[in-house]
């Protein structure tokens, strides 16, 4: 009941205000560094006992309970936000406004996920004030940097800083506690043939022909086995292109009666739990054989495709080069684990109506498998609550919903406090 009382109490209209102030913010992924200064200001107002950025970057803020030597327990959320283009929004609503309109709080990143992130930020208030006769520990608040390129790059950075007993990702879940998410990978593939005029008609390997018999591969053979929450894994065609130099046209790619001699196929992986970067190389590989095997049948000096994951690059604000293979793996949780019962009851407490549920996205999350791999000893269990709907992010006039903030707010402060209870 006092806590409940304490977040009654609680003015909200702080955690809106600061809200406001990070959409106003332009945060693209690699110039997040006001956004976090912003935070650190905020930080040492609500008095957190210690607040930095660690060399990625990522914004850390701490409270202690009690004595701290309980469990640490990580919020997280991502700071950096996709771009927006002012022309498609609606003329009161633009970007970087940060306006409330209806109860709805709109902006670049107010579902994906600087709301989140400020409802969670002002939640450790309320947790800082708990009882230390009755909870104990410590609380961390991350802010992620590049998220949006890199899922779980630089949060692996703060993982291994400060080797949590558990993880909230506060990614949109509508307030349901998700313990499951599916992982992404994008694959490249090079399909070649032999360039010459296109009056040849198909005396030649055409390599585009090469990519529709791919594509046609996939959707009539490929069926992926469903897991319970999370679905099945999907594979998707997301992009094609004459790469510079493989057409012959007056760009380097494609046209000017020229049949190419390269194209470049590109693939969206969402993957389950226990997929790995080799074994979704393998599934691709193995449902293009049969069309890779008839080509050479029919052109015996067809080369293979090229098949790899496409690769991405930044440079964070603090300087950090990132280069990596863009694969991020996905995760479940044990509804037996301890971190989703006491989410329950912490939730039960504060009134909230307890629903599993899963992400279909990639997250944060994902750093926590690669934080396992690399310290299998370590015991850090991961669940998902965030106010909001997946659907709304990266959209023009995205907004969240004030309600689900308020919401939101409330089960962070039960979740959490049930963590930290002795």
């Known amino acids: ?74 919020l997280t959320g991502h700071l950096d936000t996709v771009n927006a283009d002012p022309a498609k929004w609606d003329e009161e609503i633009k970007p970087h406004s940060a306006a409330i309109k209806d109860q709805k709080l709109y902006g ?47 949060f692996l950075e703060a993982l291994k800083k400060i080797n949590p007993d558990y993880v909230i990702i506060g990614e949109a879940s509508e307030c349901r ?21 296109a009056s040849v008609g198909r005396t030649t390997v055409n390599p585009i022909e090469q990519v529709a018999f791919i594509i046609e591969a996939f959707h009539v053979w490929y069926r992926s086995e469903a897991m319970a929450l999370l679905g099945k894994r999907n594979i998707v065609p997301t992009d094609i292109k004459i790469p510079v130099g493989g057409g012959g046209g007056l760009d380097g790619k494609g046209g000017n009666s020229t049949v190419p001699n390269e194209v470049e196929l590109t693939y969206d992986v969402r993957t389950l739990p226990g997929d790995t ?28 495709p090229d098949v790899e994951y496409a690769k991405e690059e930044c440079i964070t604000y603090t300087g950090k080069q990132i280069k990596q293979n863009k694969f991020a793996p996905a995760w479940q949780t044990d509804e037996g684990d ?46 998902g609550f965030g106010p909001s709907l997946e659907s709304l992010a990266h959209t023009t006039n995205e907004y969240i919903e004030i309600g689900e903030m308020k ?13 930290l209870r002795k």
């Open 108 to 154: 670049r990143g107010a579902s994906d996920m600087k709301g989140a992130f400020a409802t969670m930020f002002h939640s450790l208030k309320i947790l800082k004030e708990l009882d230390g006769n009755e909870f104990d520990g410590e609380v961390y608040i991350v802010g992620t940097v590049v998220e949006e390129l890199f899922e779980g790059v630089c």
């Open 177 to 197: 506690l998700n313990i499951a998410q599916r992982g992404r990978g994008e694959i490249l593939i090079s399909i070649f043939g032999y360039g010459k005029h």
């Open 338 to 383: 301890e971190v989703v019962v006491k989410a329950k009851e912490g939730l039960a407490k504060v009134e909230i109506p307890i629903e599993i549920g899963a992400y279909s996205f990639c997250t944060d999350g994902s750093a926590v498998v690669k934080y396992r791999d690399l310290y299998p000893d370590k015991k850090c269990q991961i669940i």
């Open 407 to 419: 919401k939101a707010f409330k089960g962070y402060a039960g979740i959490v406090s049930e963590l």
């Open 277 to 304: 970067e080799e074994s979704i190389l393998k599934i691709v590989k193995d449902n293009m054989s049969n069309v890779i095997e008839h080509g050479q049948r029919l052109y015996p000096s067809l080369k293979s």
């Open 1 to 74: 009941m006092q806590l409940l009382q304490s977040i009654k109490n609680y003015d909200f209209s702080n955690v809106l205000h600061f809200a406001q102030k990070l959409i106003q913010m332009k945060s693209l992924s690699g110039q997040e560094k006001t956004v976090v200064e912003r935070c650190i200001r905020e930080a040492a107002k609500l008095n957190f006992d210690d607040s930095y950025f660690d060399r990625m970057g990522n914004f850390i803020g701490k409270i202690k309970v009690g004595t701290g030597k309980g469990k640490k327990i990580i």
